[in-house]
């Protein structure tokens, strides 16, 4: 039967002698002899539990949780539950690291879009990401709010071109408008603008918001602290936001 030096089994394994050296003082590789000089040797059985240890090391498996995995008698079943738990806990770190993922992507995307990037537009590219999700959210909410009225829209438009019914089309303007008045309050009361010059986050005035130029993502405003007039970033307006007219 063969036998392997420290160093042997070592270059087999494809780690450092100070590795298998660890693995000895920490009672998971002993040696199955010493030679009549004191040097360590190895058996293939030892051989093969050195690779059992560097594929659940691999696997990402603490050292405290392999030791106690032989020094049981049935490791075979344990080892599937710490598999099992190895697995859920990578699941759940890279999950966490998708979430890193898509933060620093978001970060470098709207500093991409800032005209003039400062280390105070960070403040304003954090805002604008934390009300990101409830902003889309409320868009969403208007738009099916308003997909009976544009269904309807299109039938009275149909039917007044097709069968002359212009009455529908006059039902539709009475339900359209009321609701255009209604969503628009809603919408301008729940969102806010950050001012890219002196980085104020300010609610407008519902006149100056509803006739503005604006982009989906900006609006065309007169920042009340500082007095600039330009694309401000909307963003969800939160309850402690200060509300200026």
């Given at each position: 039967m063969s036998k392997y030096t420290t160093g042997e089994i070592a270059?087999?394994?494809?780690?450092?002698?100070?590795?298998?050296?660890?693995?000895?003082n920490r009672g998971i590789l002993i040696p199955s002899e010493l030679s009549e000089g004191g040097r360590r040797l190895y058996s293939e059985n030892d051989l093969k539990r050195m690779h059992v240890i560097c594929f659940l090391r691999e696997a990402g498996l603490p050292i405290n949780s392999i030791a106690t995995l032989f020094a049981e008698k049935d490791p075979e079943r344990i080892i599937l539950v710490l598999l099992e738990q190895q697995q859920n806990a990578l699941q759940a770190e890279l999950s966490e690291c998708q979430k890193k993922l898509h933060?620093?992507?978001?970060?470098?995307?709207?500093?991409s879009e800032v005209e003039s990037f400062s280390l105070e537009s960070i403040g304003d590219i954090a805002h604008i990401m934390k009300q990101k999700n409830q902003l889309a959210k409320m868009?969403?909410?208007?738009?099916?709010?308003?997909?009976?009225?544009?269904?309807?829209?299109?039938?009275?438009?149909?039917?007044?071109?097709?069968?002359g019914l212009w009455w529908l089309f006059l039902i539709w303007a009475c339900v359209a408008i009321p609701w255009g008045i209604c969503i628009s309050k809603y919408y301008f009361s729940h969102v806010a603008y950050i001012c890219p010059e002196c980085h104020e986050v300010f609610t407008p005035k519902f006149k100056e918001a509803f006739w503005a130029y604006?982009?989906?993502?900006?609006?065309?405003?007169?920042?009340p602290k500082c007095g600039r007039k330009g694309l401000c970033v909307e963003v969800f307006a939160r309850k402690e936001n200060n509300v200026n007219g």
């Open positions: 270059k087999l394994c494809g780690v450092s002698v100070r590795t298998v050296q660890y693995y000895d933060l620093v992507e978001g970060i470098k995307r709207e500093i868009h969403w909410g208007m738009i099916l709010s308003g997909l009976p009225i544009s269904i309807l829209q299109c039938i009275a438009i149909i039917l007044w071109i097709t069968n604006h982009t989906p993502r900006m609006r065309r405003l007169t920042c």
